[in-house]
């Protein structure tokens, strides 16, 4: 499954880099309610816990599913217009169509990235939410009574939250992602649009035909989905520090494509990597090897010996685990050593939950 830009231009007038505190504001609140998955967030998390009075956190948890995995759009900038406050964002949310907002927020109720117009908000819509989450039927409710209170009562919680909480931690991620920022426009002028098949997640082709444009990249994601880039919908390349380990694309018609990435994406295990990696060891005689090569580096020929294989079998099966990058390996004249890259094995379950995630 894949989610799939198809990009009008190879140049960079229809990708800019654009920092949002209210993104941020929100990976924040996401790492709160699920602080098992962010453990670099640990300490804002405790800090919140410590600071925030506790009618303020209830709020946040009842409203948790908005910046949940399926982040609601207007949690994410709307508009290309870079050093943003975030009074400014959170305006131009108070301004949005009360359409879109509805729409916006049902998508993020019910867990979908879809580019179709999204379930009319009835009674229909809130039984499928009663059937994911009480939790979530009950803000489906409460969006379908008064979405215009709905929404002034999110942007008062969300002020609130940011005064109490987050605005001294803004104040100290900013030159990071000044930084990030920094590099990504240089890697644009440099490269253009091409800049985004160096996400881990990324495929660029080029598309012929009258439809496609001359650029199409593909995402590793856990749905399918397609979205056009051009000038009047650019996409918006937003680096967070909270966000990860996720690695969100968020795209809704009229409004810009969003790839919101840490600056550590680089490191990202992409899913056909974890799919290698568990199908490497899923084979007995893999296993065996790696309990050979745990502790020590050893020659193929001596694995042979103690496998009782033949070398040639010991070869491919080593082949498998190094395509998989689960082996360092290092020469001594002509005979080359193999050793279990034991970070990596122990890395491989929260790498796994970590693509199921993103």
């Not at 709160?32 to 946040?60: F, I, K, M, N, Y």
């Not at 409203?63 to 949690?75: D, H, N, Q, T």
């Not at 050093?83 to 400014?88: E, V, W």
């Not at 295990?269 to 050893?298: F, K």
């Amino acid at each position: 499954m894949a989610v799939t830009l198809y990009l009008d231009s190879t140049g960079a007038g229809s990708i800019a880099v654009q920092q949002s505190p209210l993104a941020e504001l929100c990976a924040c609140l996401h790492a709160l309610d699920e602080p098992g998955h962010h453990p670099a967030s640990a300490g804002w998390v405790a800090r919140a816990h410590r600071d925030v009075d506790g009618d303020l956190l209830d709020t946040a948890a009842a409203w948790a599913p908005l910046w949940g995995g399926f982040r609601a759009r207007y949690l994410l900038p709307l508009s290309a217009s870079p050093r943003r406050t975030l009074s400014a964002e959170l305006q131009e949310v108070a301004e949005l169509p009360i359409g879109d907002f509805v729409a916006m927020t049902v998508q993020a109720l019910i867990g979908k990235n879809e580019t179709e117009p999204a379930p009319v908000l009835g009674d229909d819509l809130l039984q499928r939410l009663r059937l994911i989450s009480t939790s979530r039927m009950e803000i489906g409710a409460r969006l379908g009574a008064d979405p215009e209170a709905f929404r002034a009562a999110l942007l008062g919680f969300l002020a609130a939250f940011a005064a109490a909480a987050f605005d001294a931690e803004w104040r100290v991620l900013r030159p990071a992602l000044d930084r990030d920022g920094a590099l990504r426009e240089r890697d644009l002028r440099n490269k253009g649009a091409l800049v985004l098949a160096d996400y881990p997640t990324a495929l660029a082709t080029s598309v012929t035909g009258p439809s496609s444009g001359p650029l199409r990249i593909v995402f590793d994601k856990l749905y399918n989905a397609t979205a056009r880039v051009h000038a009047g919908r650019p996409c918006l390349l937003v680096p967070t520090v909270h966000g990860r380990p996720h690695f969100v694309i968020k795209h809704f018609p009229g409004y810009p494509v969003i790839i919101q990435y840490s600056p550590d994406v680089a490191d990202t295990l992409t899913l056909e990597t974890a799919r290698r990696r568990l199908a490497a060891l899923q084979d007995p005689t893999r296993l065996r090897l790696c309990y050979a090569i745990v502790r020590t580096p050893v020659a193929t020929a001596e694995l042979a010996t103690q496998l009782g294989m033949s070398a040639p079998q010991v070869s491919r099966h080593l082949r498998r685990l190094r395509e998989a990058g689960l082996v360092h390996t290092h020469r001594r004249g002509s005979v080359v050593y193999y050793q279990l890259d034991t970070a990596a094995v122990e890395r491989l379950g929260p790498d796994l939950l970590s693509v199921l995630y993103r």
